[in-house]
T-cell receptor
Framework: GAGVSQSPRYKVAKRGQDVALRCDPI?????LFWYQQALGQGPEFLTY????????KSGLPSDRFFAERPEGSVSTLKIQRTQQEDSAVYLC????????????????FGPGTRLLVL | GDSVTQMEGPVTLSEEAFLTINCTYT??????LFWYVQYPGEGLQLLLK?????DKGSNKGFEATYRKETTSFHLEKGSVQVSDSAVYFC??????????????FGKGTLLTVNP
């Protein structure tokens, strides 16, 4: 079946531009995550949605970053007034159930969007 | 805070060689441990996991044992293949606030296997 898809796969932005990155999770998956992966680093958690509710946005690096999932399926990560330090790969992941208790639901990752801010 | 340290790459091996990628961790609570793999042009995939001490995760010939006493989760494979060439990430999550969804990753280790 279809996995997590992300678009665009590559995005070049001029410093100061706004960008919007899209994530299509696996159909029916309740939980959705965004991670940021800088060059040569591992992914770092940004935010978590359970259906349409954003339950954790503790990893968003600044108020220029905003994420939404209005209908509980597709999610958009928006970065306003992009800066060079925002250059990274942005990964989306989804999992079937809500993340609760000690059970560890597998997170399925998309291929990522590579953002380059000039 | 929570952190993962894994051996720096790149690692280059010949086909059928033995593989070890070291991973150690620091955690504020009792972590679950994971290895993810990223093949060229693809997304991260869960390779194996272990949720408590002395558990062994295994998949596709890869193994890793959760060692609480040494805070380690080293990845091993007895005989690598060219198709194992990828970037390998060690990761953990800690049960906090009623859930344990936040994955903390290491920097990744690039493995290249030559025929």
């Amino acid at each position: 079946g279809a996995g997590v898809s992300q678009s665009p796969r590559y995005k070049v932005a001029k410093r100061g531009q706004d960008v919007a990155l899209r994530c299509d999770p696996i159909s029916g998956h309740v939980s959705l995550f965004w991670y940021q992966q800088a060059l040569g680093q591992g992914p770092e958690f940004l935010t978590y949605f359970q259906n349409e509710a954003q339950l954790d946005k503790s990893g968003l690096p600044s108020d220029r970053f905003f994420a939404e999932r209005p209908e509980g399926s597709v999610s958009t990560l928006k970065i306003q007034r992009t800066q060079q330090e925002d250059s990274a790969v942005y990964l989306c992941a989804s999992s079937l159930r809500r993340m609760q208790g000690v059970s560890q639901e597998t997170q399925y990752f998309g291929p990522g969007t590579r953002l380059l801010v000039l | 805070g929570d952190s993962v340290t894994q051996m720096e790459g790149p690692v280059t091996l010949s086909e059928e060689a033995f593989l070890t990628i070291n991973c150690t961790y620091t955690a504020t609570g009792y972590p679950s441990l994971f290895w993810y793999v990223q093949y060229p042009g693809e997304g991260l995939q869960l390779l194996l996991k272990a949720t408590k001490a002395d558990d062994k995760g295994s998949n596709k010939g890869f193994e890793a044992t959760y060692r609480k006493e040494t805070t380690s989760f080293h990845l091993e494979k007895g005989s690598v293949q060219v198709s194992d060439s990828a970037v390998y990430f060690c990761a953990l999550s800690v049960h906090s606030g009623g859930s344990n969804y936040k994955l903390t990753f290491g920097k990744g280790t690039l493995l290249t296997v030559n025929p």
